[in-house]
C-alpha cells in the first residue's frame, strides 16, 4: 500500500512538472513571437487554459476513483490475505468472491442468518416510492406556484427556500414526535413519508417550469382543460428531463440513508432494515475476518447508484443545464 501511494504521488508530481513546463514553453514563446505555426502550435497557443483544465480535472478524477478501486480490490481479498498480508493491494493467492458470498450468508453469534436480501428489497422498497411520491408532490407544486395565482405565491415559496437553511439535525427530533403521533414508528413508511416535504427539488423543477410559455398553459384553458390534465398531458412531457434527475437525486438520496432509519428501526427487528443499516451493522466488526465483507458489502450497496448514473448520466447533465438555463 505505502508503495502504491508513493507511485502516486511520483506520478502526480511528474505531470505538474511537465504542465508547468508546457505552460511556461507556450507562454514564452508566444510572448517571443516564436510560436511555430503548424497544427500542433496553433493548437498548443489556442487551448492552453483548456489542456490546464483537462488535466487538472483528470487528475483529481483519478485520485477520486483511487478509494473506489481500493474497495473493490479488498471486496476480492481473501481472509487469508488480510491476515498474513494486510494492505496488499494484489494478494499472492489471488482474487476471490468468497466474501461477497460471505455477505449473503452472514450469521449470528446465536446462528440466526441476516436477511440480507430482506434488505435489498427494503431498500428498493422505500427508494422507490420515496421518489415517485416526492415526484409526485414537488410537481405539482411547482405547477401551482409557476401556472396558478393565488394569495401570498410569492412570500410562501421564499418561506419554502428558507427553510433550507435549516439543519436537517434540529428537525429531527419534531419528526420523531410526528411519526410516534402517526403511529407509524418502526416500519417503512417512517422512512418515505419525512422526506416528501423537502425543498430542493421543488425549486429545481420550479426553475425549469419558469421556461415553459405561459400562453401554452393559457390556450390549453381555453380549450377545457383542467390545472391536472394540464399537468399530466402538457406539463410532464416537457419536464421529464428536469423529473429525471430529480428523480435520481431522490432515489440515491433515499437509497444511501443512514442517520434517519437506524434512529427509526432500532435493532428490534432486523428484517426491516435497510441495505444500509445492514452495512453499518456488518462493517462495525473490524477483525481481519470481517473487513473483505466489510468492503464487499459496501461495494454492492453502490452498485445499483452506479448502474443508475451511467444510464442517466446524459439527461442528468440535460436536465441540470435547462433548469439553470431557463430559470
Known amino acids: 500500500m505505502n508503495v502504491f501511494i508513493i507511485v502516486g504521488i511520483i506520478i502526480i508530481a511528474l505531470i505538474a512538472a511537465l504542465l508547468i513546463a508546457l505552460d511556461i514553453t507556450v507562454i514564452v514563446l508566444k510572448r517571443k513571437k516564436l510560436m511555430p505555426t503548424n497544427k500542433l502550435g496553433r493548437y498548443l497557443s489556442r487551448n492552453l487554459v483548456q489542456i490546464n483544465a483537462f488535466t487538472v480535472l483528470t487528475v483529481f ?16 481479498t481473501s481472509r487469508y490475505a488480510f491476515e498474513n498480508s494486510p494492505g496488499e493491494l494484489f494478494p499472492n493467492d489471488g482474487f476471490t468472491f468468497e466474501n461477497y458470498l460471505a455477505f449473503f450468508n452472514k450469521y449470528e453469534v446465536d446462528g440466526t442468518r441476516l436477511p440480507v436480501e430482506r434488505w435489498i428489497l427494503n431498500s428498493f422498497i422505500v427508494s422507490t416510492v420515496s421518489t415517485f411520491l416526492y415526484l409526485l408532490v414537488a410537481g405539482l407544486a411547482a405547477y401551482a406556484f409557476v401556472f396558478m395565482k ?178
Open 61 to 76: 478524477c483519478v485520485v477520486w476513483l483511487i478509494p473506489l478501486l481500493i474497495g473493490v480490490l479488498g471486496s476480492l
Open 150 to 327: 393565488f394569495k401570498f405565491r410569492n412570500i410562501i415559496f421564499m418561506f419554502l427556500i428558507f427553510t433550507m437553511v435549516i439543519p436537517g439535525i434540529a428537525t429531527m427530533t419534531p419528526q420523531l414526535s410526528n411519526i410516534a403521533n402517526l403511529g407509524i414508528a418502526r416500519s417503512l413508511w417512517a422512512l418515505i413519508l419525512p422526506g416528501l416535504g423537502g425543498v430542493g427539488g421543488l425549486y429545481l423543477i420550479r426553475q425549469f417550469f419558469l421556461g415553459i410559455p405561459k400562453d401554452l398553459i393559457e390556450s390549453a384553458k381555453m380549450d377545457g382543460m383542467s390545472h391536472i390534465k394540464i399537468f399530466l398531458h402538457i406539463i410532464l412531457p416537457l419536464g421529464k428531463s428536469v423529473f429525471l434527475v430529480q428523480g435520481l437525486f431522490c432515489f440515491m438520496g433515499a437509497w444511501n440513508d443512514l442517520l434517519w432509519p437506524q434512529i427509526i428501526l432500532g435493532t428490534a427487528d432486523k428484517s426491516l432494515w435497510t441495505l444500509q443499516v445492514g452495512v453499518a451493522y456488518i462493517s462495525g466488526d473490524k477483525t481481519a475476518n470481517a473487513i473483505g465483507m466489510s468492503l464487499a458489502s459496501a461495494i454492492f450497496s453502490a452498485i445499483p447508484i452506479i448502474i443508475l448514473y451511467i444510464f442517466t448520466q446524459n439527461k442528468i447533465i440535460e436536465g441540470v443545464a435547462a433548469s439553470g438555463v431557463k430559470g
